[in-house]
């Protein structure tokens, strides 16, 4: 009886680590789009925009890159968003910012490659 307890109670840490783990990588998630989405609108209102930003967040941080590119079109923005140890990245391809941003990729990536660091 008492090592099924202390089973049960390994698996339930075991879990509870694995549900907060999982929701860190989320919200990291989230912080990387809410970075794409402000850098993509500082790019529409400035295609000079020079990136190399970080922002803090409710419940972590995200940083923009330098944009790859010039001018407007096929630009392409970098974005990393951080909650605790977990950070995931984005890379956004742009076909054109005006008269209206058009996306041609917005992806996921274990290293950004696009952008300059």
């Known amino acids: 009886m008492v090592s099924a307890i202390g089973s049960f109670t390994l698996i339930s840490i075991g879990s509870l680590q694995n549900g907060l783990t999982f ?26 925009y020079s990136g190399n930003e970080s922002l803090s967040l409710t419940n972590g941080t995200c940083a923009i890159l330098q944009p790859g590119g ?19 990245r984005m890379e956004i391809v742009v076909s054109t910012l005006l008269p209206s941003i058009t ?8 290293t950004i490659t696009a952008c300059s660091y």
Do not use: K
Request: charged fraction near 15%.
């Open 103 to 110: 996306v041609y990729s917005w992806q996921e990536v274990s």
């Open 23 to 48: 929701q860190s990588s989320a919200q990291a998630i989230e912080n990387a789009n809410t970075c794409a989405e402000i850098g993509l609108m500082s790019l529409f209102l400035n295609n000079g």
């Open 70 to 88: 010039y001018g407007n079109t096929n630009r392409t923005l970098c974005v990393e968003g951080i909650r605790g140890n977990n950070t995931r």
